[in-house]
């Protein structure tokens, strides 16, 4: 047991009471955006650029929030300092914002917010044991035959929870590997992203990726794009295909917990000669420059605990 | 407030007590998957075939229920029991399974099932003022520019709550009209589905509708078959258009909680003459004969009252 | 009644005379390529661009004028000086160029030109009464259900007249508002093309609109972007979708009358503030300045006479 | 030149003076639907069928046409009448209507119908020289590149003027053979239509043709397939594809001037043995029968006169 | 070393020297069309509708046989007695057709054949170790995220040699279990077929396919109906998806060496209970009625001596 | 007869011993992979570039050559050593490799290699009779309806040989034109490849070309675009269309043994001014001091001894 707090629509309560109804939206009908931000020497990275995120997505599901920004974020930040005695020094966590319309009349207007939003914003430990083995030997990426909910459908970056196919993808990926990561195609075929990250590859020295038309717009991802360009390296958004994978000189997946997680297979072919290669190394080390925090020894140190 | 009791994993709970943990994989992937049956003359109708497809979809997600089908019915008959002095003579309700894959952990393996699966059942009132007028005056059923989920992303016969974009098209359809219901097409511009309810068109006498390559199938869709076979009305799946629909000689939406719903008007165009049809009516009677209730009188009187 | 002439295949005739065979396979089969020109202090803007776009036009639809480049633009000008007197000082006009393949024989065959061309040059009064208000307060933009008709059946970029589907989304779109302007997507769900307009975006300072991959190639898009590079602002051409155009900062569209109409809401909800913003604004000024009329003043001084 | 009278909008006029302003919807927008109905024995052939369609192609795109289908069966009559005695015994006729929103504003908002609509009704000579050799040689069909407009950008059933892209797909089929008829694919490459025509093949002697999905109702469609019951054949309809077409024991193509046209070559390959197949001439046979016109004679005594 | 003699365009060679030239069409282009039939009790099944089918395959690549039917039909024959001593009593063999265009001139125009064809016939031993395991305890049926080729770039039912996407495919599946069959999706993600055999399904006592719309027609395919008919067990060709496999009473690939090859697993879920069930015994057993052969203990015999 | 030897498994036989067993993979299965080498003064062009690209087909069909990159330069350029004295002076020849996974067992596993690989290495005379006249006249580009293999069905960069339906394209192409020269496009209607080729055009002075999202990773195409740059060319790799094509200002393709093949006629119509333009001479002249023959005069020498 642990003695986490968390904000429930303006109230503050322990962790274990931190429920909600079961007549939510965000449980009958999948209807919650959200956003992940983690924190680097237990502080939030890029926040501002998350609560806009968020934003955009109250925007575009109508959600009305009934905060400003503003006071979102200094909910937030005050969530943050109640925690802070929860972790250790050197520690970080997740700073997560999870917002529903609110309650869900059953057989009612969808359409109609009828109640104040649920707003859930919580903070919990940064696990990376799952991952910490892939920064030095890396992962296998797996195409699972699911494909990507097409923009038409629902835009991948409205950053929503209705995300069961994510979850089916995953699975489909791990009957190849149980350790595997899941690289999602389109419907025409086409890379678009990780359950929860984005692709990346390397090819003579180029850092490559899908453009946002098939994928969430992740900020880990823009800010691997900011650092490669720091260092240097020539950034391209393009249409990516599964043999781009394969022929690449290196790839990684990037997502808010892990920054950058190299692949070193591809569907049972190795990346290259099946090592994490220099680019993905001189851009994780950018990622610990960048924040400050050695991100390979924080995630191993975890699993040397474990 | 209200006496009625829920079933949330084992417990039986007053409503206003019916939460779950914030950190539920319901809440925080939608990863939930549901049935919706409800009561004529409080009789649950079809409760076998709501389970069985319910059980259809925990295979598909790989949630595992830890129940029997058997041990499902037993507790949603005795939860029914439980609630019954709730209800009014004539009155009938929901009863709603809604059952999660458990706790998620943040930055954990969405795919494994680490806890208990969350069970949550419940009913609810039968409100049908929403839809009520619908039966005799009909809806006005709106294609929004948003495109039905393609089964190769995730197929709409897993009944379940990442639903988001079913909300999204409702709203798009309400832009038309406040009252409009949703016809969504799908990729190819086919007719697929109601957000919740499926279409039939009659034409020439016939009952035409998609068939389930690209929507839910309904058990009320199939139940209306069954009743129009029984009427002798020759019944048809086939790949239908939005052409089809503006020439056709009737419309409407079938789903759960108000069996039929006659459609007179079709993207600002009149279905016919814009009345219900004749086809229409005799289905709605066919309905009313076979559940033994008067579901068109049982709608009214809510409306009167109101 | 005007005084108004017209050119038709030769002849110069009243406008009130101008007319054509109900056998023209412009009415019998949509068989026409078209250009619009507009001027500005009376002088045909980019009418040699307009012409080189007819010819283009031509080529791919297999039409032959009968006439040169050289000739079209010289009775173009010829026709512009007859009708002078019938503009006011600092009144503009359309200049049209239609073009048939001419007589159509009802079963013959619709590939082969069996007489002259029908070629019709016209103007009519500039009248910018409906588009005026936008200018400052912005117009509504919506997305239709209907989709872009694909390149691989008829590419938009032949200017032609078979344009019966613009008119069906142009419908769809005004049962939201009756004053919204289409915007079109394309069958992937990408934005296309406003019926007879380009839509452009602006985000972060950067100018954006669809590559003609799947729209005209405006030459009202063509200026707009020459003026855009010329004020220094970036200009993008990539794949958008309506997540894009919702999260923009700016959104517009342009057309050879209006040269641009500021859209400050995108299905229901506001662009930015709701306001038209200041890229936009130095846009329509850039405008102003490179034609040598005040834009806006024009289409208000129309407004308010009317 | 001939004494032919035309129905224009409430005027009869001679042929030479049925002209339409340039300034018409029909002319500037392609916004015009059609019926041609033709007469066997100079009576006309299913007009209730065609006129009833053709009110269908009004619904779909809202244009008024100001007159009920008794009215305009009245003056299709008439006008039969009085062209009557232009026509010799045993010649026949098309009855062509073809009605446009009216009057068009340049600039104007095309949705609205601002005027009486253009009313244009006419009859012709049935001319069937070009088809005549191909009853008994048949014709050559063949795929062009282009593809067929999809339903969800403009239905094929909405009987309309908007038709460029026939013409440039018989363009291109006529470049592998001057006398080719084009056999439309889809765009998922399944047989859709001839321009003007449905597409038909016989298989183990049951007559098969796609669904009405992707391709025009024809009126001449739906008559052989009654005639084909009527004969006993079975028909199917079904997705159909060029292998279906190439290996078939018989094609065809149904339109309304030649009923039937065999076709004996595919993409430059014989259908069967290259010769017309005996199921063809049994329903050529029926329809003669059915119309009371030897169809095939009728044809080619024009051929031989000419 | 076996005394197995080969056809090889009008020679009669040992399998041994059973070569032809590297400069062959066949390996130069993949252009070959081919049958494989097999013998039961040393009769060759269906001879004549495999061979009816390799002349459509003829026909739609225009590989000019140089042969009739006739006499294809003869050498095979003869083949096969000139072979018949290589094989045990009891034993059975395939009789396969490969036939190329024939030499193939490196640069040289592939639309031309400039020589004699190759054609190829031989017998192989009948062996069906791998797949006896799976008539009793069924294969685990798995789908690849490789899309079948659809038909509008080559149509499954020219049965072809240019099939490596189909070992890709087969690749992929056996990532997931290496004794895995694969399950191909097309495109828009519907059930095509398995490299080499098409995908069957029991529902509700119905034996559904798809439609050859996207796949073979299998000869295999159609004997399996016409058992099935004979048997009382009605037919339906459909659409089908991964849900209905997946939730299918029983589920099988047919394929000219096994004729049924039942499958209890897919994509790691059990076909129902897990088992092979009563309808697919019944219709293998229909097969050994048929074929006077009991196929599943001929299989199992290889197996036991295997 | 020649005296060319040719390279098979390790063997050097001469090209007329030059054969393999029918029951290879590449004769049964397309399992090939394949690269075509020309030489420009009897040296390899570019051997170390296609040898890469070798292995990486090699690595998505996981065929294992069983000899390094190393060994396969070193026998390839051997071979050519030996076959030297085949070609006089100012001769040049293909250096062809074609490598299939060996032995296929009829009904096995086709996804194991088995045996060795079965290494195919040869060279043959450059013949350029066929595409000579092209370098001064142009050729007649060509789509036929066939529609390009998708890469989510098999990467056209793979370069393999399993192309069937290259050989029905250009079947098509040619029913237009007996010289046609194929444009193939992708079932969205974007320019793909010519089969073998890659499509190019200019306009205003830019080099344009497909991405390789649709088509093969030319290295003549590669080249190609180098020696643009280095003539200080624009290159862009984008979507094209065939209104690109046609209303460009040039346009040729570009493949191994021709360089660059200027194409003067598009689908009927004239590129331009139907003459090979400018910047396609530049580039053919770029082409011949790259390496160090003048290519025109090589082909047309031929073409006048022939």
Not at 2 to 10: A, D, F, L, M
Not at 66 to 89: A, F, G, P
Request: include cysteine; proline fraction near 5%.
């Amino acid at each position: 047991m642990n003695n986490r707090k968390v904000y429930i629509s303006g109230e503050i309560v322990p962790e274990v009471d931190a429920k909600i109804s079961i007549f939510d939206s965000a449980v009958l009908l999948g209807d919650t955006v959200t956003e992940s931000t983690r924190t680097f020497n237990f502080k939030p990275f890029k926040l501002d650029e998350h609560l806009e995120r968020l934003y955009k997505s109250f925007k575009l599901t109508r959600i009305d929030p009934q905060m400003t920004i503003e006071e979102m974020k200094k909910v937030s930040l005050e969530l943050l300092e109640i925690n802070k005695d929860n972790y250790k020094t050197n520690e970080d966590c997740w700073l997560v914002h999870n917002i529903s319309r609110g309650h869900s009349i059953t057989g009612g207007n969808p359409a109609l917010q009828v109640s104040k939003p649920t707003v859930m914003i919580y903070t919990q430990p940064m696990n990376l044991v799952l991952w910490a083995p892939f920064y030095t030997k890396g992962c296998h990426a797996v195409t699972p035959p699911t494909r990507m909910v097409p923009s038409q459908s629902l835009d991948a970056r409205i950053k929503n929870r209705s995300r069961l196919f994510y979850t089916l993808a995953e699975i489909e990926a791990k009957l190849v590997d149980p350790d595997a990561q899941s690289v999602i195609l389109d419907i025409h075929g086409n890379v678009a992203e990780n359950k929860g990250g984005n692709i990346f590859m390397i090819k003579d020295g180029k850092l490559i990726t899908p453009t946002t038309a098939n994928c969430l717009e992740g900020l880990t991802r823009n800010s691997t794009m900011e650092i490669a360009r720091s260092l240097d390296i020539e950034v391209i958004e393009a249409v990516i295909q599964s043999y781009d994978l394969a022929t690449s000189d290196e790839m990684f997946i990037t997502s808010t917990p892990y920054s950058i997680m190299p692949a070193t297979k591809f569907n049972g072919m190795p990346i290259a000669d099946g090592n994490v290669g220099p680019v993905t190394k001189k851009l994780i080390q950018g990622w610990s420059d960048r924040v400050g925090v050695d991100i390979i020894k924080q995630a191993e140190d975890q699993l040397h605990k474990h």
